[in-house]
């Protein structure tokens, strides 16, 4: 498995309100809006938020997760979400806690 740098920079001016509509559209059939509802780790789980910086958070959603359900988001991998609604999508994780 290929060890990655982490290459990905949380904008300071993201919007957590559009972070959810985007959450809402593409990540909550596995991710649930509370740990219950979660089919994989818990973003509002007091540990993933302690744990995990913003900028593995946005890598992770703009990469993926090798041999994980979690696929890559960003464009620079195939995906549809730029750094700017990545960094939405932060931000508006960090309001799961």
Not at 2 to 20: L, M, Q, T
Not at 74 to 96: K, N, P, W, Y
């Amino acid at each position: 498995q290929e060890i990655r740098e982490i290459s990905f920079v949380y904008s300071p001016s993201a919007d957590a309100e559009h972070g959810e509509v985007l959450f809402r559209e593409e990540c909550i059939d596995c991710h649930g809006l509370t740990v219950e509802e979660s089919e994989t780790p818990g973003l509002g789980d007091p540990g993933f938020q302690a744990t995990y910086s913003d900028a593995l958070i946005g890598h992770t959603i703009k990469f993926g997760r090798e041999d994980t359900m979690m696929i890559p988001y960003g464009e620079e991998a195939d995906g549809d979400f730029t750094d700017e609604q990545i960094s939405d999508l932060v931000a508006f994780i960090r309001t799961l806690k």
